[in-house]
Every structure is written in C-alpha cells, then in structure tokens.
C-alpha cells in the first residue's frame, strides 16, 4: 500500500471541493451571459436612431455595472489583505448605479480605513449588497426617492456597519428579517462572528451589522475528502 505522506494529505484537502467546482463554473456562465447580453445590446445601439439609441445605452450600461457587481461579489481565491472601505466603496457605487439610481434614492458613505482578509471583505461585500437590494426593493416601493447611508468603522478587533435609510415601505417597527435575501445577511453574520439587528420605524430603516475583523476558524472538512470552503470559487 502506498504510504500518504503528509504533504499528499494538504494536497488532497486543499482540492477544491465538487460545491466550489461548481459555484465557480456558476459565476464563470453568468460573467458569459452578461458579456454576450452587452454584445447584443452593443449591436442594436449601433443600428438605433434618437430616442430608442438613447435607451439602448441606457440598458447597456446598467447590464454592464450589473456585470461589474457580480465580479465583485466573486468570492476570493487568494488570502489576500484588502482594504475594507476600498471595497465596500465599489459595491455602493455599483448598487447606487444599478439599483437606486433609476428609482432616485442617493447613497452615503461614511468609511474608516482598515485592512482585513479578502474572505471577509468578500462576505461584508455580500452583505452589503443584499441590505441595499433588500431596501431598494422594499423601503422605497412607494416611491417619491429618499437616501441611503452607510457607516462603516472599525477597531482592532470587530467591524461595525451601519445602513439607514429613510424609505416609508415597511413601518412595523422591529419585525423579523424573512426571505432568501434575509437569510443570507444573518448566516452571513454569523459566520462573521457578528451579528445583525433591524429596526424598523415611520422615519425608516437602521440595520446594524457586527462582525470580527480576523478570519475565525473554519470547520475542518470530511474526513477521507476535500474540506468545503466558500472562498474556493475561481474568478470569472
């Protein structure tokens, strides 16, 4: 019988597993439809005149930053350290394009440098784009605009985010977050060692979000098999 070394054995888990084989040629086909979408939209703007050429770029450039938030959200395959505001920054500025922009609500960002590993820049990133689509979706489903603000600070150990806003579409003070998106945001939190709270008033929406600065331990993966990471996902 052939003797497993230990190096054969790190070799063997850090293969990654069949769910992060997966996700990546999941995030691999979506950065090839978007990429196939703005070609077509490309094309059809050429071929356009006055108001519908106008349209048209618009489509193509909200399929575009659409594109650059799913790059965005592409989990790291590297253990990097990134600046968090840096991050986070982008990912505002995307969703303030893609989704607040055409239903005039403006966005705020009030952000302290730190540095932290691209796992969890990667997670908080997730976290913040679901709240913001979350209010896009329901504080502001009456319309008439209103504002975003996002705070973000940060010591030496914990991570603290901050989103208010002022959207009227849901006034039940306090109730409990539900749905897929909702969802995400807490096991999201929780994996962060952090936690997730919403308060909910006439004036608006406060969703507090803690999380620790440091890569918390990972539970190991099946023994004989390859652990399951979620930063296993290749770039598209």
């Known amino acids: 019988m052939k003797r ?25 086909r979506v950065a090839n439809e978007f990429a196939a979408l703005s070609a077509m939209v490309a094309i059809a703007k050429r ?24 790059r965005l959200l592409i989990a790291p395959t590297k253990p990097d350290t990134v600046e968090l505001s840096s991050q986070i920054e982008k990912v505002c500025l ?3 394009e893609t989704r607040l922009a055409p239903i005039a609500v403006s966005l705020t960002l009030r952000a302290e440098q730190c540095e932290t590993s ?16 979350n209010a896009a979706k329901h504080a502001f489903r009456g319309g008439g605009g209103g504002t ?27 109730s409990p977050m539900s749905g897929a998106g909702s969802n995400i945001i807490a096991e999201l939190a929780r994996t962060l060692g952090g936690t997730v709270t919403r308060i909910t008033t006439p004036q608006g929406t406060i969703v507090d979000v803690t999380a620790s600065i440091e890569d918390l331990p990972r539970p190991p993966g099946p ?10 996902a290749a770039s598209a």
């Open 223 to 232: 023994r004989g098999g390859s652990s399951t990471r979620s930063d296993d």
């Open 148 to 174: 975003i603000v996002v705070t973000l600070e940060a010591d030496d150990r914990n991570i603290a985010l901050r989103i208010v806003d002022d959207g009227t579409g849901d006034v039940v003070s306090g």
């Open 47 to 70: 071929a356009a005149t006055g108001q519908s050429r106008e349209l048209l770029e618009q489509g193509e450039k909200r399929v575009n930053s659409f594109a650059a938030l799913h």
């Open 118 to 133: 691209a796992r969890i820049a990667w997670m908080l990133s997730v976290l913040v784009s679901e709240i913001l689509t």
């Open 94 to 96: 995307t969703i303030a």
């Open 4 to 28: 497993v070394t230990r190096d054969h054995w790190d070799a063997m888990r850090s293969r990654p597993s069949p769910e992060a084989l997966f996700a990546a040629e999941l995030c691999h």
